[in-house]
């Protein structure tokens, strides 16, 4: 097979460096990929959201399948062009991406479905800021209607801060939704669809704030583990039945099947999963963990998915042992992050790449908020933790951070799931 990945992430790497090692696969590209993608597979300097470049791309290319990784491809419809254009694409159409691109779109879907998730307003006018906030009562949880890169959530306690977020989303020319706080840990389950049917993978765990002990503001994703010692053992089975059964078979009713990647981002509370969120593509960055301990050949799941009938597919398979993830940031992100900073010891097999390119010199540099990806397997979740650790240590740029928490709390035993 000849794949075509469009994307620049941490995640394309690791789809492409799965894909690398797939046997089914012969030849592989990215769109616009990064200096890591460049070493396995070729890159090509088109931009992701950019239907007609993307497309014209892939008349060039011929590739058998197309992966789009980000969300911002697949809400401006890039899935749609290609398949208008006859090429066989793994990703939603622009009309089911709106379950990510758009938060009352979601919560319209699943409230049809009967999916359990927080209550929210959606406000549309600066007058009504107020009258929401004093509904849902602290912590306050404020949100950008569109897409955000994570990074359009406010959660606190501090009442003029909620207001502030508000009027700054609505001057933006975006709408706001509030929602009541969902208390307990945190899950990204993603299953792989084909418009009927849904294939879970791995539940993960993503560290979403900057700082350790989750202090700061939100960000893309600091680092991830998976699977989760923690989680109850029926989580898959109950999410299965519960989310991913009942969406799937609303957004059929809609017109709008959901095919590709659905990740169900969610709170595991007293009254069981509730969904924070839903994306319309592989997260990041859970993706590097739960493809680190997949074992079925990647190009088979997403060709699956991608054909439109994931009947056929075997059950997947998975390695044992655990994977973690520890992100490495420009100084600055998520605020402002420096660019252009040399980075060294970032060679090793695990370093999975982002925000970074060559200078003209030929100098691995930075070019993005999260920079590097320090993934790692280990028989245990204590041994991936310092595999994926050590590999951190290697890595030298300028002013970078990254958490020193990862998996920690997990490993600790200090994660508990509140009782019904
Ligand atoms: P989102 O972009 O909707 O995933 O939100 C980003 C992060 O904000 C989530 O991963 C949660 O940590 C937090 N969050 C969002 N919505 C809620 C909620 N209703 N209750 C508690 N935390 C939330
Ligand atoms: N890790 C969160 C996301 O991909 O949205």
């Known amino acids: ?190 299953a792989v669809c084909d418009g009927v049917r849904a294939v879970p993978l791995l539940p993960a765990q993503d560290f979403k704030r900057v700082g350790d002990g989750d202090t700061g503001p939100n960000t893309g994703g600091m680092g991830a583990y998976a699977p989760l010692p923690w989680a109850p053992p029926d989580l898959v089975a109950t999410v299965q039945q519960q989310v991913f059964e009942p969406v799937l078979a609303e957004m059929r009713r809609r017109g709008t099947p959901f095919t590709g990647l659905l990740y169900a981002g969610l709170a595991l509370t007293a009254a069981g999963p509730q969904v924070i969120e839903f994306n319309c593509r592989f997260g990041d960055p859970e993706t590097q963990v739960v493809l680190e301990l997949l074992e079925t050949p990647l190009s088979a799941v997403l060709w699956a998915s991608a054909a439109g009938d994931l009947s056929a597919l075997p059950a997947l398979r998975w390695k044992s042992g655990s994977a973690v993830t520890v992100v490495i940031a420009a100084q600055g992100y998520p605020a402002k992050p420096a660019s252009g900073d040399v980075i060294t010891g970032a060679g090793a097999d695990g370093i999975l790449h982002a925000g970074t390119d060559r200078d003209d010199a030929g100098n691995l540099v930075s070019a993005g908020g999260r920079v590097l990806s320090c993934t790692a397997a280990g028989a245990s979740l204590s041994e991936a933790r310092d595999a994926a650790y050590a590999l951190v240590s290697r890595v030298h740029l300028r002013g970078s951070h990254h958490r020193t928490d990862i998996a920690a709390k997990a490993l600790a035993g200090e994660i508990a799931v509140p009782s019904h």
């Open 1 to 190: 097979m000849r794949i075509l990945i469009i994307g620049s992430g941490a995640r394309e790497h690791a789809i492409a460096r799965a894909l690398a090692r797939d046997p089914g696969v012969t030849d592989l590209h990215v769109a616009p990929g990064n200096a890591g993608t460049a070493e396995l597979a070729t890159n090509h300097r088109v931009s992701a959201s950019d239907a007609e470049s993307v497309l014209s791309l892939a008349r060039k290319v011929g590739p058998d399948l197309v992966v789009i990784g980000p969300e911002a491809p697949l809400v401006a419809g890039v899935a749609d062009a290609l398949r208008d254009a006859g090429f066989v694409v793994f990703g939603p159409s622009a009309a089911a991406a709106q379950i990510e691109g758009s938060k009352a779109f979601a919560k319209g879907v699943m409230a049809a479905a009967g999916v359990p998730t927080a209550r929210s307003i959606t406000v549309t006018d600066f007058g009504a800021i107020k009258q929401a906030l004093a509904e849902t009562r602290a912590p306050y949880v404020v949100k950008d209607d569109g897409l955000a890169a994570g990074k359009g959530v406010v959660v606190t306690t501090n009442k003029a801060t909620a207001i502030d977020h508000a009027w700054a989303v609505l001057s933006s020319g975006s709408h706001v939704l509030v929602e009541e706080y969902l208390s307990g840990p945190e899950v990204s389950l993603f």
